[in-house]
């Protein structure tokens, strides 16, 4: 077994739990906020959506950009889990 398979193994697993969480966003509720400085739940979700997709980006280039910029929320939590 390479180095490389136990972490692919593990965020194979990971995207298995992400997906069950993000299935059970409310679409009704995309618009709330855990704290007035925080981002909605909307935000938080299409973070988590895109988070290995920006992972496998890092892996993939020398240099990277960890700027966060706000993420434009789709009108239904099956569009997040579509974006997954």
Do not use: C
């Amino acid at each position: 077994m390479t180095a490389i398979e136990p972490m692919l193994m593990e965020l194979e697993q990971e995207g298995v739990t992400t997906r069950r969480v993000l299935e059970r966003v409310p679409s009704d509720q995309l618009g709330w906020k855990p704290h007035p400085k925080a981002r909605t739940l909307g935000e938080l979700a299409v973070h988590l959506a895109q988070l290995q997709s920006r992972v496998s980006s890092m892996l993939g280039h020398s240099t990277h950009e960890m700027a966060m910029p706000r993420e434009t929320v789709p009108a239904t939590s099956d569009e997040i889990v579509a974006m997954f």
